[in-house]
Protein backbone atom coordinates (compact mmCIF):
# COMPACT_ATOMS: atom_id res chain seq x y z
CA UNK A 1 0.00 0.00 0.00
CA UNK A 2 1.22 3.55 -0.75
CA UNK A 3 2.44 5.63 1.59
CA UNK A 4 -0.43 8.65 2.26
CA UNK A 5 1.30 11.94 3.06
CA UNK A 6 0.99 12.80 6.69
CA UNK A 7 0.83 16.20 7.68
CA UNK A 8 2.34 16.96 11.43
CA UNK A 9 -0.68 17.36 13.56
CA UNK A 10 -1.17 13.42 12.41
CA UNK A 11 -4.07 14.17 10.10
CA UNK A 12 -3.90 13.48 6.12
CA UNK A 13 -2.83 16.03 3.97
CA UNK A 14 -5.28 16.66 0.64
CA UNK A 15 -3.70 18.95 -1.16
CA UNK A 16 -6.21 18.42 -3.83
CA UNK A 17 -9.50 18.27 -1.73
CA UNK A 18 -8.21 21.80 -0.24
CA UNK A 19 -7.63 23.42 -4.02
CA UNK A 20 -11.21 22.36 -5.42
CA UNK A 21 -13.40 23.67 -2.85
CA UNK A 22 -11.88 27.66 -3.89
CA UNK A 23 -11.96 26.48 -7.25
CA UNK A 24 -15.89 25.56 -6.51
CA UNK A 25 -16.82 28.75 -5.14
CA UNK A 26 -14.85 30.60 -8.44
CA UNK A 27 -17.13 28.35 -10.35
CA UNK A 28 -20.12 29.17 -8.87
CA UNK A 29 -19.42 32.70 -8.58
CA UNK A 30 -18.83 32.96 -12.21
CA UNK A 31 -22.22 31.41 -12.75
CA UNK A 32 -24.09 33.85 -11.31
CA UNK A 33 -22.78 36.63 -12.80
CA UNK A 34 -23.46 34.68 -15.98
CA UNK A 35 -19.75 34.91 -17.33
CA UNK A 36 -19.44 31.94 -19.15
CA UNK A 37 -16.11 32.46 -19.98
CA UNK A 38 -14.88 32.79 -16.74
CA UNK A 39 -17.16 29.88 -15.33
CA UNK A 40 -15.47 27.38 -18.54
CA UNK A 41 -12.13 28.85 -17.12
CA UNK A 42 -12.81 27.72 -13.44
CA UNK A 43 -13.68 24.34 -14.92
CA UNK A 44 -11.16 23.50 -16.88
CA UNK A 45 -8.67 24.66 -13.06
CA UNK A 46 -11.26 21.76 -11.66
CA UNK A 47 -10.70 19.05 -14.11
CA UNK A 48 -6.51 19.93 -14.04
CA UNK A 49 -6.72 18.79 -10.19
CA UNK A 50 -9.87 15.99 -10.86
CA UNK A 51 -7.99 12.83 -10.79
CA UNK A 52 -5.97 13.76 -7.60
CA UNK A 53 -9.24 14.71 -5.79
CA UNK A 54 -11.10 11.51 -6.97
CA UNK A 55 -8.33 9.77 -5.57
CA UNK A 56 -8.38 11.04 -2.07
CA UNK A 57 -12.36 11.48 -1.91
CA UNK A 58 -13.18 7.90 -2.84
CA UNK A 59 -9.98 6.93 -0.27
CA UNK A 60 -11.68 8.32 2.80
CA UNK A 61 -15.75 9.44 2.29
CA UNK A 62 -16.55 8.92 -0.95
CA UNK A 63 -17.25 11.77 -3.73
CA UNK A 64 -19.72 14.59 -3.32
CA UNK A 65 -23.42 13.51 -4.68
CA UNK A 66 -23.42 17.20 -6.37
CA UNK A 67 -20.21 17.59 -9.00
CA UNK A 68 -20.86 20.71 -10.65
CA UNK A 69 -17.87 20.64 -12.91
CA UNK A 70 -20.44 18.56 -14.67
CA UNK A 71 -23.75 20.57 -14.85
CA UNK A 72 -22.28 24.26 -14.95
CA UNK A 73 -18.92 23.40 -16.15
CA UNK A 74 -20.81 21.86 -18.73
CA UNK A 75 -23.13 24.76 -19.95
CA UNK A 76 -20.47 26.58 -20.04
CA UNK A 77 -18.51 24.84 -22.05
CA UNK A 78 -21.60 24.54 -24.48
CA UNK A 79 -21.96 28.57 -24.40
CA UNK A 80 -18.64 29.52 -25.05
CA UNK A 81 -18.22 26.82 -27.60
CA UNK A 82 -15.23 24.78 -25.57
CA UNK A 83 -15.05 21.04 -27.52
CA UNK A 84 -12.52 20.68 -25.40
CA UNK A 85 -13.84 20.91 -22.33
CA UNK A 86 -16.83 18.88 -22.93
CA UNK A 87 -14.23 15.74 -24.57
CA UNK A 88 -12.39 16.63 -21.30
CA UNK A 89 -15.53 16.09 -18.61
CA UNK A 90 -15.93 12.69 -21.34
CA UNK A 91 -12.84 11.44 -19.93
CA UNK A 92 -12.97 12.65 -16.66
CA UNK A 93 -16.29 10.01 -16.68
CA UNK A 94 -13.11 7.29 -16.41
CA UNK A 95 -11.79 7.87 -13.24
CA UNK A 96 -14.32 6.48 -11.04
CA UNK A 97 -17.59 3.93 -11.46
CA UNK A 98 -19.49 6.06 -9.56
CA UNK A 99 -18.72 8.75 -12.29
CA UNK A 100 -20.79 7.25 -14.86
CA UNK A 101 -23.99 8.34 -13.29
CA UNK A 102 -23.01 11.98 -15.09
CA UNK A 103 -22.47 10.25 -18.37
CA UNK A 104 -25.82 11.64 -19.65
CA UNK A 105 -25.16 14.91 -18.79
CA UNK A 106 -21.70 14.49 -20.90
CA UNK A 107 -23.82 13.27 -23.85
CA UNK A 108 -26.67 16.40 -23.25
CA UNK A 109 -23.82 18.69 -23.42
CA UNK A 110 -22.19 17.46 -27.15
CA UNK A 111 -25.70 17.70 -28.33
CA UNK A 112 -26.39 21.04 -26.83
CA UNK A 113 -23.10 22.23 -28.16
CA UNK A 114 -24.10 21.60 -31.99
CA UNK A 115 -27.61 23.25 -31.60
CA UNK A 116 -25.55 26.24 -30.07
CA UNK A 117 -22.73 26.00 -32.97
CA UNK A 118 -25.74 26.04 -35.46
CA UNK A 119 -27.20 29.19 -33.61
CA UNK A 120 -23.93 31.03 -33.85
CA UNK A 121 -23.56 30.19 -37.60
CA UNK A 122 -27.25 31.19 -38.16
CA UNK A 123 -27.10 34.39 -36.86
CA UNK A 124 -23.61 35.42 -38.13
CA UNK A 125 -25.14 35.15 -41.92
CA UNK A 126 -28.70 36.44 -40.96
CA UNK A 127 -28.32 39.06 -38.18
CA UNK A 128 -31.99 39.99 -37.08
CA UNK A 129 -33.68 36.63 -37.22
CA UNK A 130 -36.52 36.36 -34.68
CA UNK A 131 -35.94 34.28 -31.56
CA UNK A 132 -39.73 33.01 -32.96
CA UNK A 133 -38.69 32.00 -35.98
CA UNK A 134 -36.05 30.00 -35.11
CA UNK A 135 -37.93 26.72 -34.54
CA UNK A 136 -38.26 26.46 -38.23
CA UNK A 137 -34.66 27.19 -39.29
CA UNK A 138 -32.40 25.45 -36.68
CA UNK A 139 -32.66 21.91 -35.82
CA UNK A 140 -33.12 21.09 -32.11
CA UNK A 141 -34.14 18.39 -29.55
CA UNK A 142 -36.26 20.88 -27.95
CA UNK A 143 -37.51 24.36 -28.38
CA UNK A 144 -37.95 25.18 -24.88
CA UNK A 145 -33.89 24.08 -24.57
CA UNK A 146 -32.93 26.13 -27.09
CA UNK A 147 -34.61 29.14 -25.38
CA UNK A 148 -32.79 28.93 -22.48
CA UNK A 149 -29.64 28.60 -24.69
CA UNK A 150 -30.42 31.83 -26.62
CA UNK A 151 -31.24 33.59 -22.70
CA UNK A 152 -28.45 32.11 -21.64
CA UNK A 153 -26.10 33.68 -24.55
CA UNK A 154 -27.25 36.98 -24.41
CA UNK A 155 -27.26 37.16 -20.89
CA UNK A 156 -23.48 36.38 -20.87
CA UNK A 157 -23.20 39.08 -23.74
CA UNK A 158 -21.99 36.52 -26.33
CA UNK A 159 -25.31 37.59 -28.62
CA UNK A 160 -27.20 40.26 -28.81
CA UNK A 161 -30.96 40.58 -28.28
CA UNK A 162 -33.58 43.20 -29.18
CA UNK A 163 -36.97 43.64 -28.71
CA UNK A 164 -39.31 43.21 -31.31
CA UNK A 165 -43.05 43.53 -30.45
CA UNK A 166 -43.83 39.77 -28.90
CA UNK A 167 -40.59 38.31 -29.53
CA UNK A 168 -37.05 39.49 -29.62
CA UNK A 169 -34.38 39.76 -33.03
CA UNK A 170 -31.24 38.47 -32.26
CA UNK A 171 -27.95 38.74 -33.81
CA UNK A 172 -24.18 38.54 -32.64
CA UNK A 173 -22.40 41.24 -30.94
CA UNK A 174 -21.40 44.70 -33.24
CA UNK A 175 -24.11 43.49 -35.59
CA UNK A 176 -26.43 45.94 -36.87
CA UNK A 177 -29.97 44.85 -36.05
CA UNK A 178 -32.76 46.44 -37.87
CA UNK A 179 -36.62 46.68 -36.99
CA UNK A 180 -39.22 44.66 -38.76
CA UNK A 181 -41.41 46.67 -41.19
CA UNK A 182 -44.10 45.69 -38.42
CA UNK A 183 -42.15 47.00 -35.12
CA UNK A 184 -41.50 50.36 -37.40
CA UNK A 185 -45.48 50.87 -37.96
CA UNK A 186 -46.36 49.61 -34.47
CA UNK A 187 -43.28 52.79 -33.67
CA UNK A 188 -45.12 55.25 -35.78
CA UNK A 189 -48.64 54.32 -34.41
CA UNK A 190 -47.45 55.21 -31.04
CA UNK A 191 -45.41 58.34 -31.91
CA UNK A 192 -48.56 59.38 -34.16
CA UNK A 193 -50.73 58.97 -30.75
CA UNK A 194 -48.05 61.04 -28.44
CA UNK A 195 -48.31 63.56 -31.33
CA UNK A 196 -51.98 63.59 -31.38
CA UNK A 197 -53.00 63.64 -27.49
CA UNK A 198 -50.32 65.71 -25.55
CA UNK A 199 -50.24 65.59 -21.93
CA UNK A 200 -51.93 68.30 -19.98
CA UNK A 201 -49.71 70.54 -18.13
CA UNK A 202 -49.50 69.38 -14.44
CA UNK A 203 -51.20 72.76 -13.05
CA UNK A 204 -54.16 72.01 -15.42
CA UNK A 205 -54.55 68.63 -13.93
CA UNK A 206 -57.92 69.07 -11.61
CA UNK A 207 -58.32 65.62 -9.14
CA UNK A 208 -61.84 64.30 -8.66
CA UNK A 209 -61.86 65.33 -5.34
CA UNK A 210 -60.81 69.25 -6.12
CA UNK A 211 -64.27 69.45 -8.14
CA UNK A 212 -66.24 68.29 -5.12
CA UNK A 213 -67.55 70.61 -2.80
CA UNK A 214 -66.35 70.80 0.71
CA UNK A 215 -67.55 68.51 3.41
CA UNK A 216 -68.86 70.39 6.23
CA UNK A 217 -68.15 68.35 9.86
CA UNK A 218 -71.39 67.25 12.03
CA UNK A 219 -70.57 67.79 15.68
CA UNK A 220 -72.04 64.26 17.35
CA UNK A 221 -73.74 64.72 20.61
CA UNK A 222 -72.79 62.05 23.16
CA UNK A 223 -74.59 63.23 26.16
CA UNK A 224 -77.65 61.61 25.07
CA UNK A 225 -76.13 57.70 24.53
CA UNK A 226 -77.05 55.57 27.46
CA UNK A 227 -74.72 52.93 28.44
CA UNK A 228 -73.92 50.60 30.97
CA UNK A 229 -70.65 50.40 32.80
CA UNK A 230 -69.60 47.08 33.20
CA UNK A 231 -67.48 45.59 36.54
CA UNK A 232 -64.08 45.62 36.55
CA UNK A 233 -62.16 42.38 35.55
CA UNK A 234 -60.34 40.82 38.27
CA UNK A 235 -56.70 40.62 38.59
CA UNK A 236 -54.57 37.26 38.03
CA UNK A 237 -54.52 36.87 41.21
CA UNK A 238 -57.80 37.60 42.44
CA UNK A 239 -58.97 35.12 40.20
CA UNK A 240 -56.53 32.69 41.58
CA UNK A 241 -57.18 32.80 44.93
CA UNK A 242 -60.92 32.91 44.35
CA UNK A 243 -60.85 30.10 42.65
CA UNK A 244 -62.59 31.77 39.51
CA UNK A 245 -61.34 31.85 36.18
CA UNK A 246 -62.24 31.73 32.69
CA UNK A 247 -64.26 29.23 31.55
CA UNK A 248 -65.33 27.64 28.18
CA UNK A 249 -68.31 29.33 26.78
CA UNK A 250 -71.01 26.40 26.39
CA UNK A 251 -72.75 28.64 23.47
CA UNK A 252 -71.71 31.11 20.76
CA UNK A 253 -73.73 33.94 22.39
CA UNK A 254 -73.26 33.28 26.33
CA UNK A 255 -73.72 36.16 28.32
CA UNK A 256 -71.78 35.49 31.88
CA UNK A 257 -73.56 36.44 35.23
CA UNK A 258 -73.47 39.25 36.97
CA UNK A 259 -72.92 41.17 33.39
Known amino acids: ?9 GTEQRPATDAYFPLLDALRKAKKE ?11 HILDIFPAFVREQTSSY ?23 GIDRLAEALQFHSSLESHAEQVEDARLDFDEVR ?6 SQHPGTLQSDLAGQ ?3 RDSRRLSVAVRQLADGGIIQRRKERATYALGL ?12 HADEESQQILE ?3 APPIS ?7 RRGKIKPRRIDLTGVEYLPLPRAPLRWEAKSSGSGSTEAKSDFEVSEGW
Do not use: C
Open 1 to 9: MANRAVSRY
Open 34 to 44: RDWRRTAKAAH
Open 62 to 84: GLPPSLPVFTDGARAFVLVQDRA
Open 118 to 123: DLLEHL
Open 138 to 140: IEA
Open 173 to 184: PGAEIQPSDAQK
Open 196 to 198: AEP
Open 204 to 210: RIESSHS
